[in-house]
């Protein structure tokens, strides 16, 4: 079974709308947790590091005002795409490992498309 | 910085051909992790395959094999009898260091391949 539950799996949504997404480690805690970016037809791009308990790291060029990440508790971290824009419409999905040396598990993903 | 390159972009096949897909790695570590990942047209990603540096030897697993080449930076993917169930994107990656999985943790740009009937 699913090892990584992210939810919702798609969203429709008008310019301006706050949306966000659910990333759940079913089966183990979690202190670390990754959000990836997919653009139509490209590679996946990491965008943020997510830290049980402390600020999540974002990769250069994320805007952290504009993509919140909080991960409260060891089985649950959540981005927040905040006024979204048709630019930022994309494939987002997010990863953890339960310990070292074991491979990531990847949610199912979230298609996000803005109007 | 490390990095994947996968030179094919698309390939199609016809199916029960065999298709090799390429990918070449750069990296400055000496310990790190190469990966296969299939995502199908519904978009989750799934894990094929885990290799770590220290370990050359070829694996094979059903109509999947892998050939990993230190000499030549290479982790290539090879379907037998490819079927149209094997449509989809293949993205190989990488990730530096000992044992962390998700820092570091670099995809190619994938392969679409598509197996007609």
């Known amino acids: 079974g699913a090892v990584v539950s992210q939810h919702p799996s798609r969203v429709i949504c008008k310019s301006g709308t706050s949306v966000k997404i659910e990333c759940r480690s079913l089966?183990?805690?979690?202190?670390?947790m990754f959000w990836y970016r997919q653009f139509p037809k490209q590679s996946l791009m990491l965008m943020a590091t997510s830290n049980e308990g402390s600020k999540a790291t974002y990769e250069q060029g994320v805007e952290k005002d504009k993509f919140l990440i909080n991960h409260a508790s060891l089985t649950l971290s959540t981005l927040t795409v905040t006024s979204a824009h048709p630019e930022d419409s994309s494939f987002y999905i997010c990863?953890?490992?339960?310990?070292?040396?074991?491979?990531?598990?990847f949610g199912d993903g979230t298609r996000l498309s803005i109007l | 910085a490390q990095k994947v390159t996968q030179a094919q972009t698309e390939i199609s096949v016809v199916e029960k051909e065999d298709v090799t897909l390429d990918c070449v790695y750069e990296?400055?570590?000496?310990?790190?992790?190469l990966f296969w990942y299939k995502q199908p047209p519904s978009g989750e990603l799934v894990f094929l395959i885990r290799r770590n540096s220290f370990d050359e030897q070829n694996e094979i697993s059903g109509r999947y094999s892998w050939n990993f080449q230190k000499s030549t930076s290479s982790f290539n993917f090879t379907i037998t009898a490819s079927q149209v169930v094997d449509s989809a994107v293949y993205f190989c990656?990488?990730?530096?260091?000992?044992?962390?999985?998700?820092?570091?943790?670099?995809f190619g740009p994938g392969t679409r391949l598509s197996v007609l009937p």
């Open positions: 990296t400055r570590d000496t310990t790190y992790y």
């Open positions: 089966d183990f805690q979690a202190t670390t």
């Open positions: 990656a990488l990730s530096e260091g000992a044992g962390n999985y998700g820092q570091n943790f670099v």
């Open positions: 990863s953890t490992h339960p310990l070292s040396g074991q491979p990531q598990h």
